[in-house]
């Protein structure tokens, strides 16, 4: 079956340390996306990739860097520099289309916590 | 810019009582609308669409009506059951190429047997 995978399903790092989400898609979408979503806040977007070699920053980039090397593949760092990392992340995928009727398909998270 | 608000939760129901979940938006030009379902500790999940005016979408015993002239597309279902107790989520996708979503802030449905 087609899907998203994300791993790990939880993750604790030591503040000051760097990690990296992974996200893996199999259904040949060309976009790919970044969400954090904290409790009450809904979802916020980190960064978006419409193609390969190809990333943008979203509403909330500050601490975070991506790369799209591969059409399957767009992995999170959070970096030090993010101030409040401890999060649940939620990546996705897409079809890019002209009439943006697609839906986004979701990974099933990572919940990252740093103390 | 666009923008999705949705109703405040949580809402709790008693089994079997009928769901309203309000979701009006703001944007340009016609998008397609969607409601999405989280549960716990998972991703979000699709649940219906509709993509003009007019349309209806349902899955699942939940529907919901495009509706362009009070720019609403408010979620229902007739009997709610224990195991729809979840986050649903309103959105929005432009047309004309856009493809960054704009999300409502989620309304938690509690369902009490």
């Known amino acids: 079956d087609g899907g998203i995978t994300q791993s790990p399903k939880y993750l604790f790092r030591k503040e000051g340390q760097n990690v990296t989400l992974s996200c893996e898609q199999n259904?040949?979408?060309?976009?790919m996306y970044w969400y954090r979503q904290d409790p009450g806040q809904g979802l916020r977007l980190i960064y978006y990739?419409?193609?390969?070699?190809?990333?943008q920053k979203g509403d909330i980039a500050e601490g975070y860097s991506v790369s799209r090397e591969k059409k399957e593949s767009f992995p999170l760092t959070v970096t030090s520099a993010q101030k409040n990392p401890t999060a649940f992340y939620l990546c996705?995928?897409?079809?890019?289309?002209?009439?943006?009727?697609?839906?986004?398909?979701f990974g099933n998270g990572t919940r990252l916590t740093v103390t | 810019g666009d923008s999705v608000t949705q109703m405040e939760g949580p809402v709790t129901l008693s089994e079997e009582a009928f769901l309203t979940i309000n979701c009006t938006y703001t944007?340009?030009?016609?998008?397609?609308l969607f409601w999405y379902v989280q549960y716990p500790g998972e991703g979000l999940q699709l649940l219906l669409k509709?993509?003009?005016?007019?349309d209806k979408g349902s899955n699942k015993g939940f529907e919901a009506t495009y509706r362009k002239e009070t720019t609403s597309f408010h979620l229902e279902k007739g009997s709610v059951q224990v195991s729809d107790s979840a986050v649903y989520f309103c959105?929005?996708?432009?047309?004309?190429?856009?493809?960054?979503?704009?999300f409502g802030r989620g309304t938690s449905l509690i369902v009490h047997p």
């Open positions: 996705a995928s897409s079809i890019v289309g002209q009439t943006g009727s697609s839906p986004l398909h």
């Open positions: 259904l040949n979408h060309d976009a």
């Open positions: 990739s419409q193609i390969v070699n190809d990333f």
């Open positions: 944007a340009t030009g016609y998008p397609s």
């Open positions: 509709a993509t003009k005016a007019d």
């Open positions: 959105a929005l996708r432009g047309p004309g190429g856009s493809y960054i979503p704009t």
